[in-house]
Structures are given as C-alpha cells and as structure tokens.
C-alpha cells in the first residue's frame, strides 16, 4: 500500500488545501479542510514532509502538525511562484508548495516559538503606535498652520501645540476648531503613553537577555535594536555567514548582472524591514557621532569624504550587521573600543 510522504497545504481563513505525494511523485491526496478538520486529518496520517508557505499563521500551523510527528517546512511565498503551473487556484498552489519543498536547493524559514511570535508583537504594537502618533501630530500641526500657529518640527515640541490648544483663554482658535482638535491632543497624550510603557517592558526584557545586553554594546545599537534582533530573528544558525544575515536584511546592492558584466544597484530592501530601519537609524547616530568630533576607523572617515552621507550610513549599518552575527554566533562580547588620550568615548566599529 502506497504511503503519503510529502504534503504541500495551502494556507487559509476557513477553507485549506492539502495535495499529498508518495515517493514517486504519485498524487494520493488532493482536497480540500475547513478548519477544523486539518489536525484531525494529520493526526491520521504517518509521520511525512509538510511544507507551507511562510505567512501570519504558518508558525501557529507549523508547531501544531510538528507536535503530531510531522517534520515541518516554511517556505518563503517568492520561491514557492515559480512552481505555479498556471492559474491560481487553492489547488494549485497546494501542488507547488508541494513540488518546492522537495527541492534540495530549497531555503526555509524557521519555525518560530510562541514566545518569539509574542516578543514580536511587541514591536509590530510599537510600529502601529507610533505611525499613529505620526499622523496625529501633523493632522493637529496642519490645522493649526490654517489658523496661522506654527512650531518647529518634532516630537519634542508637539506639547506647544496641545498647549495652544487646551489654552482656553488663546483667541486664535475658534471654539468649533478647539473641540475638534482637543480630541487630536487627547489621543496623541495617549499614544504617547502606550509607546512610553512598551519601551519601558522592552527594555526591561533586554537586561534579562544576556545575548541582547551583549548587543546593546555595540556603537549605534540600543535596547530597542538589541530587543528586536533577538525578537525577529529565530534562528541565527541559519545563515551561512554574516554576509548572508545582512544580505537577508537587504543591506546589500541588487545586482542586475549579465554577460560578464556586473551592475550593482542600489540596497535590495529584502527580509525584515523594522531590522533594516533600526540599524540605518543607528548607524546615522554613530556616524552624526563621528562628525561632531568622536573617533572613527579610517575606512568610515574617507568614505565620508568622497560618498554621500546616506550611503556611508547604510555600508556602517551593513558592517554592524556582520558585527552582530559575529557576537550572537560566537556567543563572545563585543571588543569595547578604548578612550582617547582626551578621555573622549570613541563610538568606532572596529
């Protein structure tokens, strides 16, 4: 009797699709589960290769049809498109997932744990937080510009404006206008709040962490960079070497090469997006750093002489993230760099 060995499930709300294949290739199972049915249908089914595309609730479905003897794999939705016949059906998909977990050159995606997924959720909250703390900031500073009240920019002087706004005695606005945009100030008060308390639960996490206390050493990474790299990152033993990790972040040039010829274009912007930000923003506060005064290498300092600012910051941001695949794989601390003869803090990646 033929046994099913690999299974390709198409991934859904309520409705999935299982296409299962034995050794040969032979189909022996093609239809499609509600919900409820996809554990109790794996339950019955001998141990086999299960492979899923990598999406929101892969990891939830990963552990549990890991936990009934399957082996599990996730896989990146871009390798799975060129297994596509034609069309796009549940069906369809369920057969190319199938057909490209079995490729030997094939790339996975770890499966994470519960608490990886919780610890990420902490920052994704964060993210929304502040994208609405943003836009609620200019709508207020926009309709005050109507009225002719103007502030400098940032954060840090948004409570002039909340000022002006809850200062009933301010004849500027009038009382329509002030009854609307209190409700601006009052919800910024707020998001500012609720981002104060997740910052605070981060970096409490990262004094726990000895991996993340050994990253918060190196120049331009702090609780917030150091908490999300152990967060977004399940498994550093994935990548091959520290270019690989920085590659995934997409901190390396695009190439469009052919006949020889190599172009380079400019960063590819893959992988994890929130890891790619935290470590350019980092990197252009080691480089503002290095500008006022403080130590740098050498190869940063001419490099700032003769290539525009942002680039410098995105080939530091790429060096950084080789330094810190380098401490999370080796499990060493960062080689604190010493202080001049000024007794100035250099801020130098060596």
Not at 195 to 221: S, Y
Not at 245 to 267: D, N
């Amino acid at each position: 009797m033929k046994t099913i060995t690999t299974i390709g499930l198409d991934l859904a709300k309520s409705v999935f699709q299982i296409h299962g294949i034995d050794d040969d290739g032979s189909v022996l199972m093609r239809r499609k589960l509600r919900r409820g049915e996809v554990l109790a249908t794996f339950a019955k089914l001998s141990p086999c290769l299960v492979g899923l595309e990598a999406c929101g609730s892969a990891h939830y479905w990963g552990r549990e049809i890991a936990k009934l003897g399957h082996t599990v794999r996730l896989i990146p939705p871009a390798y799975v498109k060129p297994y596509v016949k034609r069309g796009k059906t549940d069906a369809v998909d369920a057969e190319a997932i199938c057909e490209a977990v079995t490729r030997p050159t094939m790339r996975f995606v770890a499966v994470k744990s519960v608490e990886a997924q919780g610890a990420a959720m902490v920052f994704k909250t964060r993210d929304l937080l502040v994208r609405q703390r943003s836009q609620t900031i200019n709508a207020l500073r926009a309709h005050l510009s109507e009225m002719g009240v103007v502030t400098k920019t940032g954060v840090g002087n948004v409570a002039d404006l909340v000022a002006i706004v809850r200062d009933e005695e301010d004849d500027r606005l009038p009382a329509t206008a002030r009854f609307a945009l209190k409700a601006l100030a009052d919800q910024i008060d707020g998001l500012s709040e609720a981002i104060d308390q997740l910052e605070a639960k981060i970096v409490a996490d990262v004094r726990r962490d000895t991996a993340a206390r050994r990253l918060t050493t190196i120049p331009g990474i702090g609780p917030i960079s150091a908490a999300a790299i152990t967060a977004l990152v399940p498994d550093i033993a994935g990548f091959t070497s520290g270019r690989h990790f920085a590659a995934w972040i997409g901190l390396t040039p695009k190439p469009h090469s052919s006949g020889g010829k190599e172009r380079l274009g400019g960063i590819s912007k893959m992988g994890n997006a929130t890891l790619r930000t935290l470590l350019v923003l980092g990197a252009t506060t080691v480089l503002q750093h290095i500008r006022r005064g403080a130590k740098g290498p050498k190869w940063i300092l001419d490099l700032l002489a003769r290539r525009p600012f942002k680039i410098v910051a995105v080939a530091l941001a790429n060096k950084m993230a080789r330094v810190v695949y380098a401490l999370l794989t080796k499990g060493e601390d960062y080689r604190a760099v010493g202080k001049e003869a000024s007794g100035r803090e250099t801020v130098a990646i060596v």
